[in-house]
Nanobody
């Protein structure tokens, strides 16, 4: 079992930056594919960025060039650096870890982009 806890969300003005952090416990993330998703009430959960165990990164089209995913396996942590934030980035952001058929989610952290 892997427990994931997100932090770093909050209120930020348009054009600002935030860094989200996901801390994992219970197992090493080294073999896991990790990702950040986001969800707005009434909408489906959307993939923001992923980072496989083989160090392959990918991003959703809405965040390309603005967000950066990274991971530190030695600390069992995953990060999402978000820059040039827009009001449409407002959502609950979730950390995700997958290994074979095992899928784990954190409880999410709220990001609100508003002036």
């Amino acid at each position: 079992q892997v427990q994931l806890v997100e932090s770093g969300g909050g209120l930020v003005q348009p054009g600002g930056s935030l860094r989200l952090t996901c801390v994992a416990s219970g197992s090493s993330l080294r073999l896991y594919d990790v990702a950040w998703f986001r969800q707005v009430p009434g909408n489906q959960r959307e993939l923001v960025a992923s980072f496989t165990s083989l160090f392959i990164k990918s991003y959703g089209d809405p965040v390309k060039g603005r967000f950066t995913i990274s991971r530190d396996n030695s600390k069992n942590m995953v990060y999402l650096q978000m820059s040039s934030l827009k009001p449409e980035d407002t959502a609950v952001y979730y950390c995700n870890a997958v290994f074979r058929s095992d899928i784990f989610w954190g409880r999410g952290t709220q990001v609100t982009v508003s002036s």
